[in-house]
């Protein structure tokens, strides 16, 4: 309200009332395949909302930078980036590369078995590989994380109406645990003709930076459960 934030607009005076207005598409079936499947399960769908939005709303919360910020999420089969201004999504763009395409791509050239290649895929980004095991998996993975690399590049080029990018890039999701994936954003060359303000700072979301989410079991110990935490902060408004 005339360039103030303001909680509630509800018996307050001024000229100027700027809104944003976050939307996300959704496919039609795939609201309807949640809806068959917490009818099957017995559930009451409260309220269904897209990640990113509720992963914002979390880290309003939390100690971490929550205005002006790149949101990434390395998802199953897609990569999906969100810029955020002033603490509202402004605008998002996707590519279909994620973590399902370096299982596959490990799986091809190891010979293996998806589900096998998964597991030396876990247990390299674990570090329980050997040293000598670790470099093949690298070298495995080579190509691709060049190919998404790329693909990030041209994603961030294809943002229009956007003059510079905050200086703050989150991670999350399945694909974060790939430790070559942070390692690759980190390295400055691939920023060189993005227009940031400052040199990114990259940072891995974990459950531990969600104030009111807590793991009682010690078990959630994957990247990829983030984003599903975080929709706790939209069950708050339902209360």
Not at 29 to 39: D, P, R, V, W
Request: charged share 20%.
């Amino acid at each position: 309200l005339d360039g103030e934030v303001m909680e509630n607009l509800l018996e307050q005076e001024g000229k100027v009332v700027e809104i944003a207005l976050y939307n996300a598409f959704c496919p039609v079936f795939h609201i309807e395949t949640i809806q068959k499947l917490g009818k099957k399960l017995k559930l009451n769908i409260l309220a269904i909302s897209p990640v990113n939005f509720s992963v914002l709303k979390a880290l309003k919360k939390s100690e971490l930078e929550s205005s002006d910020l790149v949101l990434a999420q390395i998802g199953a089969d897609f990569t999906n980036v969100g810029v955020v201004f002033g603490g509202a999504i402004i605008k998002n763009r996707s590519l279909h590369i994620g973590y399902t395409h370096f299982v596959e791509e490990l799986a091809r050239i190891m010979g293996l078995t998806n589900v096998e290649a998964a597991k030396v895929l876990k247990s390299h980004a674990n570090n329980t590989l050997s040293q000598s095991e670790s470099v093949v998996v690298q070298n495995c993975l080579s190509d691709v994380l060049d190919n998404w690399r790329d693909g990030i590049q041209l994603l961030f080029k294809d943002f229009s109406g956007i003059k510079t990018f905050p200086s703050h890039i989150y991670l999350f999701g399945e694909g974060v645990q790939i430790p070559e994936i942070e390692e690759e954003l980190s390295k400055s060359p691939w920023t060189k003709n993005i227009p940031f303000k400052s040199p990114p700072n990259i940072y891995v979301l974990l459950i531990s930076d969600l104030d009111k989410v807590a793991d009682a079991t010690g078990s959630v110990v994957s990247h990829e459960w983030f984003g599903i935490a975080s929709l706790a902060y939209i069950y708050e408004e339902l209360e």
